[in-house]
């Protein structure tokens, strides 16, 4: 989340200064306040009216456009988080060295905020031996540097050296602006639908779409945790920097939660799991003529029931998707299920839960409730590590 912060954007002369135009976009579109520089060479491949149209402020290019303004120094000091973009291996180098010779590296001299540089140049130069040195400079000094991709390169060519896609760096400059209150703290969260199989081509399953999980995961992320997600089939964009294990059924997603559990300090279960599986999966399809009218079903082993037995120091945190009696539903399931927390959601109603960009919702501990507004997913996720937090806090008082 970036809303009402200063991000200041250093454009650099590569062919990925286009990419950069992206960049800009996300920044504002997550809440940021944006002001962009940029070096000459950048100006040969992107013009300064296009970050002018995108952050609403005039580009600065020139250290000495205006004599009685010390442009370098006074956005230095606006910037919360200062980002260099595309950055080529003459920049790294001024960087590097604290040359100061030019707009984009004498701000870098004056910024005591975060500084991050997401570099950009062919393969050959991005491993060469000097570029590779200034790299470990930079970084020394505490420049946090979002490693290139690999893919295809304005040569031709494919190898690494590409720009990082424009949505890891919005999302590493987030990281950077997210104070790490969980930071060593080690996170387990369960995302998405499971899918029970009636035969090879048929399935039992629901309308979980994984983007609840893949926020509460990325905001923990941000906020310093070292986080693992198990994940069921899900279409969702998987977030950037976070270890994903794939699974489809409810016995493997409990199985790969199980042999986690025991070495995560918190647990969130925000998984649709399947309650219910046919009893026999047909080895091959099963024509239409020759479906039962009834499918026999058993029932699945519950994850949090499981994991709740299990339960040492962890803070295990649950969901409640909810038609009806939200609390009090959610309140009988924390008591059941030895949690500490649970977040009970509507579904079902328009605008909110699953396939829905909002949620209702209402946490429950053993303190009592408290409703929440309609939010955005994303929204939702930093008010639950809020709450997360402040009961192991509260824990941890006590104990």
């Avoid at 230095?76 to 960087?95: F, I, K, M, Q």
């Avoid at 130069?125 to 540097?145: C, F, K, L, T, Y």
């Avoid at 016995?251 to 046919?278: C, K």
């Avoid at 519950?302 to 309140?331: M, P, W």
Wanted: a negative charge; one cysteine or more.
């Amino acid at each position: 989340m970036l809303q009402e912060r200063r991000v200041l954007v250093a454009v650099c002369g590569s062919i990925a200064a286009y990419k950069a135009a992206e960049v800009v976009r996300g920044l504002t579109k997550a809440g940021a306040e944006v002001r962009v520089v940029m070096t000459d060479a950048a100006r040969r491949f992107v013009g300064p009216a296009t970050f002018a149209a995108l952050t609403g402020y005039p580009v600065e290019t020139d250290l000495f456009a205006e004599p009685e303004r010390v442009v370098h120094v006074e956005l230095g000091r606006w910037a919360e988080a200062y980002l260099v973009c595309g950055a080529t291996a003459s920049t790294l180098d001024r960087l590097a060295s604290g040359s100061g010779s030019d707009i984009v590296s004498a701000t870098y001299l004056t910024c005591r905020c975060p500084v991050l540089a997401a570099p950009a140049m062919h393969t050959e130069m991005w491993e060469h031996p000097s570029v590779q040195r200034n790299v470990e400079r930079v970084h020394a000094d505490g420049v946090i540097v979002v490693a290139p991709g690999e893919g295809d390169l304005a040569s031709g060519d494919v190898g690494v050296g590409r720009l990082a896609d424009p949505e890891a760096i919005v999302e590493e400059v987030s990281s950077a602006l997210t104070p790490k209150e969980l930071a060593g703290v080690r996170v387990l969260v369960t995302a998405g639908p499971t899918r029970e199989s009636l035969d090879p081509v048929r399935f039992v399953s629901n309308r979980s779409s994984g983007r609840m999980g893949f926020a509460l995961a990325r905001e923990a992320r941000r906020r310093g945790a070292d986080v693992l997600v198990v994940a069921g089939p899900t279409s969702a964009p998987a977030p950037y920097g976070i270890e994903i294990v794939r699974v489809e059924t409810a016995e493997e997603m409990l199985n790969e939660s199980l042999g986690r559990f025991e070495d995560s300090d918190i647990a969130v279960l925000n998984a649709a799991v399947a309650d219910w599986r046919p009893a026999e999966t047909a080895p091959h399809k099963v024509k239409k003529g020759h479906m039962a009218r009834a499918i026999p079903l058993e029932p699945t082993r519950d994850i949090a029931s499981e994991l709740g037995r299990k339960k040492g120091s962890q803070t295990l945190v649950l969901f409640a998707a909810e038609t009806e009696s939200v609390v009090e539903n959610a309140t009988e399931k924390l008591r059941s299920k030895n949690a500490d927390l649970i977040v009970g959601n509507t579904v079902g109603a328009p605008g909110t839960g699953f396939d829905a960009e909002t949620n209702d919702a209402v946490v429950v501990t053993a303190a009592g409730s408290e409703e929440i507004p309609r939010l955005r997913k994303h929204e939702l996720a930093v008010l639950i590590w809020d709450r997360i937090v402040q009961a192991r806090a509260q824990r941890q008082s006590v104990d």
